[in-house]
C-alpha cells in the first residue's frame, strides 16, 4: 500500500431511493454524517449523484482495516449522531445492501487523496469532471491475471483517450466484521474508477472496455457515471 494512497479497504455503496427523495439524503449526510464519520477514524472518500439514475446515492467509505471498520461501524451506528437521524435518512431509502468491499487492486492503485480539501459547505459550481465506476465481475482465481491485463493492455487506451485513472480495486474477501451493514459476500470483482469531463466519451469507453473485457469477465459489466456532490472529496 503506498503511502500516498487511501485506504486499504473500501466500501463501494449504491443506494436505491424513495423517487424524488435523493437531494434530501445528500443536505443530511452532508450536514451530519461526514465529520461524525471521520471523528472515529473512517474516511468519507466520496459521495455522489448517478447521472444515470435519479434515484441512486452512491458514496465510498475508507478504512485501516477490517478490525477497525467493525469498531468504527459499532460507535457509528450505536453512537448519538446516527440515533438522532436514522429515521430521516431510512425513511428517503429503498434498499442500502448494494455494498461492496473492496482492496487497492495494487499497491499504488488506491485513491490518492493528498492535497484535497473538503468544502465546508455544499455551496459553489459543480465538479468540472465526472467520475466513472466500471465494475467487473471476475471469474474465481482470475483476479491477479485480470489486474495484469487490465494495466499492460487496457490502462493505455484509457491514458489514451484522456481518461485519468483514480483507482483499481479488487473484492476484499475478508468476512464481513460488521454483520448489520450487509455486503455483496458472493461478489469478486474488479472495479475501475476514471475521471473525465465529458460523459458522452466516458460512455463510449465504458462501452469499448466492456467488448476488450468480454472474454475475461462473467456477466454483464457495470457502468455507473458519478456527479460528486458539493462536499465529496474525491472530485476528480
Same mark, same amino acid.
Request: glycine residues 6%; aromatic residues 8%.
Given at each position: *500500500? ?38 472515529? !477514524? *473512517? ?6 449523484? @448517478?447521472? @444515470? +439514475? ?11 482495516? *477490517? ?25 428517503? *431509502?429503498?434498499?442500502?445492501? @448494494? ?15 493528498? !492535497? ?17 465506476? +466500471? ?5 474465481? !482465481? ?21 481518461? +485519468? ?10 468476512? +464481513? ?29 465504458? @462501452? ?29
Amino acid at each position: *500500500m503506498s503511502a500516498n494512497t487511501c485506504c486499504p479497504v473500501v466500501e463501494l455503496r449504491q443506494y436505491t431511493l424513495r423517487p424524488g427523495a435523493r437531494d434530501t439524503l445528500i443536505e443530511l449526510f452532508e450536514r451530519e454524517f461526514i465529520e461524525s464519520q471521520e471523528a472515529l !477514524g *473512517m474516511r468519507i472518500i466520496g459521495t455522489f449523484r @448517478d447521472l @444515470d +439514475n435519479p434515484d441512486r446515492f452512491v458514496w465510498l467509505r475508507g478504512f485501516d482495516d *477490517m478490525d477497525s471498520r467493525a469498531l468504527q461501524l459499532q460507535q457509528f451506528y450505536r453512537g448519538p449522531v446516527w440515533q438522532e437521524h436514522r429515521d430521516a435518512a431510512n425513511a428517503t *431509502m429503498i434498499d442500502s445492501d @448494494d455494498v461492496l468491499l473492496l482492496r487497492p487492486a495494487a499497491a499504488s492503485s488506491g485513491f490518492n487523496l493528498t !492535497g484535497l480539501a473538503r468544502r465546508t459547505d455544499g455551496a459553489g459550481s459543480a465538479a468540472a469532471e465526472i467520475i466513472a465506476a +466500471n465494475i467487473y465481475h471476475l471469474p474465481p !482465481g482470475s483476479e491477479a491475471g485480470f489486474v495484469r491485463f487490465f494495466y499492460d493492455t487496457v490502462a493505455p487506451t484509457l491514458t489514451e483517450h484522456r481518461f +485519468n485513472i483514480i483507482g483499481s480495486f479488487v473484492t476484499e474477501h475478508h468476512p +464481513n466484521t460488521f454483520p448489520p451493514l450487509p455486503v455483496r459476500e458472493d461478489a469478486n470483482v474488479f472495479v475501475c474508477f476514471t475521471s473525465t469531463a465529458d460523459k458522452t466519451a466516458a460512455e463510449s469507453v465504458s @462501452d469499448a472496455l466492456s467488448s476488450q473485457l468480454s472474454d475475461r469477465i462473467v456477466g454483464k459489466p457495470e457502468a455507473h457515471l458519478l456527479e460528486p456532490t458539493g462536499r465529496s472529496l474525491l472530485r476528480t
